[in-house]
């Protein structure tokens, strides 16, 4: 099985819905990102979480929240989809312990948002 | 100015040539560089990474950082049709925050 798994894989949305995808980890890290990924801009850091009771906003988080249930959860939301959300999302993990700056994806969420 | 410039290509060459991936970067307070792999439909995975400058070899991949230019290159030798991915330079200050490259898409053609 997969360390790290989001679901849904891919969605089809529409304007002004809402909408969250969900990440779940085994590796047992601590810290835990989501990222969104657009042609020609690369992967952007929309919300962080170093621990349970520790969120932070990204380089990208207007539109988006997120919730960390768990050590192992952490949801991302789309309180009103819009067009512009239209993107590949990634959720990742780290391990604050080993030292070591290694992040760990999962296989991604296609949202599209007509 | 960007915190990371890398050529998204696309780059072609055959199989068997050495391929040289590059990036450029402008903090001067980054001191870790990774390389990660990106195969299509999936997500990213670490393929290696350097602390400071220097040279670090694994296998047929080679990373290299020079902090006097702010210059990262990732070499593979003897390239192969798996080889085939979008490369992402990923330098980091404190390894708390990751700034990713745009990437740059390899096709090793049999």
């Known amino acids: 099985d997969a360390d790290v798994t989001q679901t849904p894989r891919n969605r089809i949305t529409k304007t002004g819905k809402r909408i969250m995808l969900e990440c779940s980890q085994t590796k047992g890290h601590d810290r835990m990102y989501w990222y969104r990924q657009d042609p020609g801009l690369g992967l952007r850091l929309i919300y962080y979480s170093f621990d349970v009771k520790d969120i932070n906003k990204g380089e990208i988080s207007d539109g988006y929240s997120v919730s960390r249930q768990a050590q192992a959860k952490f949801s991302l939301s789309l309180e009103s989809a819009i067009p512009n959300q239209t993107a590949l999302y990634f959720c990742?993990?780290?391990?604050?312990?080993?030292?070591?700056?290694?992040?760990?994806f999962g296989p991604g969420t296609r949202l599209t948002v007509t | 100015q960007k915190e990371v410039e890398q050529d998204p290509g696309p780059l072609s060459v055959p199989e068997g040539a050495i391929v040289s991936l590059n990036c450029t970067y402008s903090n001067s307070a980054f001191q870790y560089f990774m390389w990660y792999r990106q195969y299509s439909r999936k997500g990213p995975e670490l393929l290696m990474y350097t602390y400071s400058s220097g040279n670090k070899e694994d296998g047929r991949f080679t990373a290299q950082v020079d902090k006097s230019s702010k210059y990262i290159s990732l070499f593979i030798r003897d390239s192969q049709p798996s080889d085939s991915a979008t490369y992402l330079c990923v330098p980091s200050n404190t390894g708390n925050q990751f700034y990713f490259g745009t990437g740059t898409s390899l096709t090793v053609i049999p």
């Open positions: 990742a993990t780290s391990d604050s312990g080993t030292g070591a700056p290694e992040q760990y």
